[in-house]
């Protein structure tokens, strides 16, 4: 048998020009019947709809195939509103539904995708099979892949700003970043990331990086870089989160002798840090913390969007036995956070990848969106129950962590509250919430985009827009009432951090990674960024 497969016009006994135009010899007779019906019923399709606004879809015989999806779909999705159920189970339902109607879009289909089919002729099925390794590719490393796997390397082109690791613990990395002023703040800043993504998401190519833009304002900044879980960390709970919190905080007021700093919580991280702050309210210990920026983070579930889709029994059930070794593979929650956008990051990477063979972008966000992190498995199912679920966060008293009860009405710290407009995993309505809870004075910025454009957009890149200013009494009121500024927010959050004092000191001393009481461990990024 021969290695490679032979061209498909070989393979049929025809060059391929032959082969090409007798099958668009095919297609136009069935064209010149079916034109009057495709013509009639052309007002069925989106015009947005991407999927289908390649000039090819207009020949009659595949624009009947996107009419004729687009009608069934719509049937398809209408059948959710007669069926009888209570809200949860029907918006379980309408996701469902949805993720079968995209599965069945004629774009998946190598034979029903016109620009797919033409790019198969045209490079004598070259195309496919380039998909198909691709394909393999995939399923070998159980995972779609959105970039060049070979385009980056963390602490080479993405996480590359200097400095060191100055403290390690079992459950996470402290880097301190060099500064790059001859003079800084006082009060330094401690960003907690999410651990269920990288760090670097913060720190992406350097035009990209708020580590880098923070330190260039004049900041001391320190990031905790997570431990990706192992069977080690079979027992870690939300108090371990919390008590790392509080670690961090306490080992940089040490390191620096200051009695407070700033902090910044992302995502699980701003929910696990308004948590920390009501143990150290309770405490009566709430002045370490200057302030506190939570980047689209929730503590109120009730309106906390699609993930509230895979907290039914069922779904809990079948992630404990996904857990069964302590630890929750972090391709599986890539493939939760995927399905929510699945046209976008299932369906289109199928057809570019797979169906047209395209080489993959080099692109360092989607490389950071698949540099996946495990998760501890007794924390991950909490964290599913207690808040999404039953959503005791707001409950005074119902959680407890480190031995006090968590009432989230004591946190009088002053808070920058940002979200995104087009947030799919963060609602803008639920990330509101936040301004209904706590009690010290509080900004909001609703920035443009999502939960990761909405966070990355460099005052350089002069992308998107923000809204600021607008009354507190709603988020309606919100929304109709601020004011709507060009370009990044990131210059209102570092105006806001400066009302807090311009008190600077000389970068020298504790304030260079490693020259102070803490040695340097290693070279930033650190050990457990690169951990799988």
Not at 5 to 21: Q, V
Not at 38 to 58: G, L
Not at 139 to 166: C, D
Not at 177 to 199: C, D, G, H, M, Q
């Amino acid at each position: 048998m021969a290695d490679n497969p032979a061209p498909i016009a070989e393979t049929t006994g025809a060059s391929a020009p032959d082969l090409k135009s007798g099958v668009r010899a095919i297609l136009d007779g069935w064209g010149a019947i079916l034109k009057p019906v495709a013509e009639a019923n052309r007002d069925k399709v989106d015009p947005r709809d991407k999927r289908f606004s390649a000039p090819e879809w207009d020949h009659p015989v595949f624009d009947l195939m996107r009419q004729g999806y687009a009608i069934m779909a719509e049937t398809m999705m209408a059948t959710i509103d007669n069926v009888p159920g209570d809200p949860d189970q029907k918006a379980r339902m309408t996701f469902a539904m949805r993720t079968l109607v995209e599965a069945m879009s004629p774009a998946n289909s190598p034979f029903t995708n016109p620009v797919a089919l033409d790019r198969a002729l045209e490079t004598n099925g070259a195309s496919l099979a380039a998909g198909f390794q691709h394909l393999m590719t995939d399923m070998q490393r159980g995972q779609l892949t959105h970039t060049s796997p070979t385009a980056f390397e963390v602490g080479v082109n993405i996480a590359t700003t200097p400095g060191k690791v100055v403290h390690e613990t079992p459950i996470y990395q402290l880097i301190q970043y060099a500064p790059t002023t001859p003079t800084v703040a006082k009060t330094p800043l401690v960003i907690f990331p999410p651990w269920i993504n990288r760090f670097y998401i913060l720190d992406l190519a350097p035009e990209k990086s708020f580590i880098r833009w923070a330190v260039a304002e004049g900041l001391t900044v320190f990031m905790v870089s997570w431990k990706s879980a192992d069977a080690s960390m079979a027992e870690v709970t939300w108090d371990d989160y919390i008590a790392a919190q509080i670690d961090a905080i306490d080992t940089i007021r040490d390191l620096l002798d200051v009695k407070s700093v700033h902090t910044i919580g992302y995502c699980v991280a701003g929910t696990t840090l308004a948590a920390t702050l009501a143990v150290l309210a309770a405490k009566g210990k709430a002045k370490k913390v200057k302030s506190a920026t939570f980047f689209t983070a929730q503590v109120d579930f009730s309106e906390a969007g699609e993930l509230l889709n895979f907290v039914d029994d069922a779904n809990i059930a079948m992630i404990e036995q996904l857990s069964s070794g302590g630890f929750l593979d972090g391709r599986y929650l890539a493939l939760t956070f995927n399905l929510l956008r699945g046209k976008d990051l299932i369906w289109d990477t199928v057809i570019k990848n797979y169906l047209l063979g395209k080489d993959y972008p080099s692109f360092d966000l989607l490389h950071w969106n698949g540099d996946t992190t495990n998760l501890p498995a007794k924390w991950h199912k909490a964290y599913l129950t207690d808040l999404y679920r039953d959503n005791r966060l707001v409950v005074p008293g119902a959680i407890s962590a480190l031995g006090e009860g968590i009432d989230l009405t004591k946190i009088e710290t002053p808070a920058y509250i940002q979200s995104g407009r087009e947030d799919h995993i963060a609602p803008l309505a639920s990330v509101w919430k936040l301004t209904e809870h706590l009690r010290g004075p509080l900004r909001f910025v609703l920035a443009g985009s999502g939960h990761i454009a909405g966070v990355v957009n460099p005052p350089s890149a002069q992308k998107y827009q923000h809204w600021i200013d607008g009354p507190m009494t709603g988020l309606d009121d919100f929304v109709a009432g601020a004011t709507e500024v060009k370009g990044s927010w990131w210059p209102d959050w570092i105006a806001w951090i400066r009302d807090f004092g311009a008190s600077e000191v000389a970068a020298e001393g504790a304030r260079i990674p490693g020259e102070g009481k803490l040695a340097a461990i290693e070279d930033a990024p650190g050990r457990y960024v690169k951990a799988r």
